[in-house]
Structures are given as C-alpha cells and as structure tokens.
C-alpha cells in the first residue's frame, strides 16, 4: 500500500510558462518553463508547504496584522 499523500494540480499556462496550482494547499503554487517542470516545481513546493504548516502548527503567532494589497493586473508585474 502507497503511504504517499496524493494531490490535484491544476495546471494554468500564463505569460509565457505554466503554472501548477495545488488543489488541496490553498496558496500552493509552482511555476515551470513546461508543464513538466511546474509538476515537479509542483512536488518541491508542496513538501515545503507541509513542512512549513507542520513547523508552524504549534508555534503562537508574534504579530497578526492586517494589510491591504490589490490584485495585480494582467500585463503587469507584482511589485510595488
């Protein structure tokens, strides 16, 4: 019997690359030159993803703030 956990991506291509979002892990999401290496960019993120919410499940939070950021448009970068 396989232990290993199993999740869908949803594979979006984009500006040129593709990029592989996982279902299950809101906020999870890989980039790739192909839809291959977003599947195994896909992989590293979601062990990182699991690794990190396990790190941090017993750990009581410094600062909650709240901020305001407006979606980026199409056509333009993320940065400020």
Known sequence: MDDALRFRIVLH?????????????PG????GATEVEAV???????????WLANALAGDVAK???EIHASPARPGTTAEA
């Open 13 to 25: 291509r984009l500006m040129g690359c593709y990029f592989a979002r996982v279902v299950e892990l």
């Open 28 to 31: 999870c999401i890989s980039r």
């Open 40 to 50: 195994e960019n896909a992989r590293a993120a979601i062990r990182a993803h699991l």
């Open 63 to 65: 600062v909650e703030l």
